[in-house]
């Protein structure tokens, strides 16, 4: 996330160039909106915004829009913070990532079974 916040194109590595592309439109939106969450780190913020991003891009394909839809597929955003090693998960009710413990794995959990 720290090189995708650059900006500076590395023609000596191309495959590192075609995997922070994916990054660009959560760096976009970093710039224009904001992070979730302004007391992380700019590449925290960057990273966790990537992961919404990647979820609309999921989203994008006919195929998963439609499972969705028919309640066949559920979609989960995780981020996972290497610096503490917490797992957060995505939600949507207080557009936040929120850490996974115990009581909110069980409520993850919980939501598989009401498919």
Same mark, same amino acid.
């Given at each position: ?25 959560a ?24 992961v919404? @991003?990647?979820?609309?891009? /999921?989203?994008?394909?006919? +195929?998963? !829009?439609?499972?969705? &839809? ?28 929120? @850490?996974?413990?115990?009581? /909110?794995?069980?409520?993850? +959990?919980? !939501?598989?079974?009401? &498919?």
């Amino acid at each position: 996330m720290k090189a995708a916040m650059e900006r500076n194109p590395r023609p000596d590595a191309p495959n590192l160039e075609k995997w922070l592309h994916h990054a660009r439109t959560a760096a976009f939106r970093l710039e224009h909106e904001g992070a979730l969450d302004a007391t992380l780190k700019p590449h925290d913020q960057l990273s966790q915004l990537n992961v919404l @991003v990647q979820l609309e891009h /999921l989203m994008s394909y006919p +195929i998963v !829009r439609a499972r969705v &839809a028919a309640g066949t597929l559920r979609l989960s955003g995780w981020w996972f913070d290497i610096a503490s090693g917490n797992m957060y998960s995505y939600e949507r009710a207080s557009r936040s990532f929120v @850490v996974i413990d115990r009581q /909110l794995a069980e409520r993850l +959990i919980a !939501r598989l079974g009401e &498919a």
